[in-house]
């Protein structure tokens, strides 16, 4: 049974530009050090960036939530699976939340062209 859906759409330059001003200290706000490592050694990093803040969007969307209603980005990752498929991995809150409400299994998808990347999740109980 579905639980929540969410979707989010990110503008690449908008990031890139943050990520510039920022650097690590936003990068080690939002994201894991796997997340950074995978994303670092992309073409255009900012591009997978981009999909996974989408992702950790989505993610909170599905919930009902938003940014700063108690889960923080960095709890909220997106790996590759072996085949190279998008996964979730939780952590702190965002586990914690799933697991109060039944939510066994969470599905994302992302995707990207030249100037947006886009996610959507869905959480199953």
């Known amino acids: 049974m579905i639980h929540g859906t969410g979707i989010d ?5 908008r990031l890139k530009t943050i990520i510039e001003k ?3 200290r ?3 706000k939002v994201y894991s050090p796997q997340e950074i490592s995978y994303c670092m ?9 981009a999909a996974r803040f989408a992702a950790k969007e989505s993610f909170l969307k599905s919930l009902g939530l938003g940014l700063g209603m108690g889960i923080r980005l960095k709890d909220i990752e997106v790996q590759n699976d072996s085949q190279g498929r998008p996964v979730m991995n939780l952590y702190g809150a965002a586990r914690a939340i799933l697991s109060e409400r039944g939510v066994t299994t969470t ?19």
């Open 9 to 13: 759409l990110v503008d690449i330059d």
């Open 22 to 24: 920022w650097d690590r």
């Open 26 to 28: 936003f990068l080690e």
């Open 41 to 49: 050694k992309r073409a255009v990093p900012a591009v997978h960036f």
């Open 107 to 125: 599905h994302v998808s992302l995707s990207h062209g030249r100037m947006q990347a886009c996610a959507i999740v869905i959480l199953e109980k």
